[in-house]
T-cell receptor, first 113, second 114 residues
Framework: KQEVTQIPAALSVPEGENLVLNCSFT??????LQWFRQDPGKGLTSLLL?????REQTSGRLNASLDKSSGRSTLYIAASQPGDSATYLC????????????FGAGTRLFVKA | EAGVAQSPRYKIIEKRQSVAFWCNPI?????LYWYQQILGQGPKLLIQ????????DSQLPKDRFSAERLKGVDSTLKIQPAKLEDSAVYLC????????????FGPGTRLLVL
């Protein structure tokens, strides 16, 4: 059974810091991994999608890496800004059996001005 | 391009009442998902449709929850009767291909069961 864990659960950093959010999963037979952002009271916004054959994806100040063999993904945010404050969710899509998506509980990020 | 639409945005009901949520996915998206997100947790998949067929409903409490996607476009999720533990945000998402593309989420329906 696939389980997705995100550490830390919450993080507070000063503006301008570079930071890393972690996601681990127990079953390496994944189809893809996606990072989402969720603002309070809102739906999820996709940030980056990494296919199982890829090692990383980049978008602006965001870089996500994937190491299937160790069951880990990291989301790197460069030069953090107060507008980055949100909950960041990692979601793993299984490689078999209907391609079910399983989410972690998220990391709540607060960037102080 | 219009996003995923959901209604209502908020709903308050008493336990044992019934409630229905509606979702209209992005035009042309074949796959539609319903998730339940309890406060402080990540979303949990309730049901996944491919066109108007069910791909996965293994985590749908079928004694009280039902969902349909007539004509392979919009979808409704119903709870009857509701329990206190059903208080959550119900998120609808859609994607164009079952495994290759990103999922696009609607704003969600926040349900409170008293």
């Amino acid at each position: 059974k696939q389980e997705v864990t995100q550490i830390p659960a919450a993080l507070s950093v000063p503006e301008g810091e570079n930071l890393v959010l972690n996601c681990s999963f127990t079953d390496s037979a994944i189809y893809n991994l996606q990072w989402f952002r969720q603002d309070p009271g809102k739906g999820l916004t996709s940030l980056l999608l990494i296919q199982s054959s890829q090692r990383e994806q980049t978008s602006g100040r965001l870089n996500a890496s994937l190491d299937k063999s160790s069951g880990r993904s990291t989301l790197y945010i460069a030069a953090s800004q107060p507008g980055d404050s949100a909950t960041y969710l990692c979601a793993v899509r299984r490689g078999t059996g209907g391609f079910k998506t399983i989410f972690g509980a998220g990391t709540r990020l607060f960037v102080k001005a | 391009e219009a996003g995923v639409a959901q209604s209502p945005r908020y709903k308050i009901i008493e336990k044992r009442q019934s409630v229905a949520f509606w979702c209209n996915p992005i035009s042309g998206h074949a796959t539609l998902y319903w998730y339940q997100q309890i406060l402080g947790q990540g979303p949990k998949l309730l049901i996944q449709f491919q066109n108007n067929g069910v791909v996965d409903d293994s985590q749908l409490p079928k004694d009280r929850f039902s969902a349909e996607r007539l004509k392979g476009v919009d979808s409704t999720l119903k709870i009857q009767p509701a329990k206190l533990e059903d208080s959550a945000v119900y998120l609808c998402a859609s994607s164009s291909v079952k495994g290759l593309e990103t999922q696009y989420f609607g704003p969600g329906t926040r349900l409170l069961v008293l």
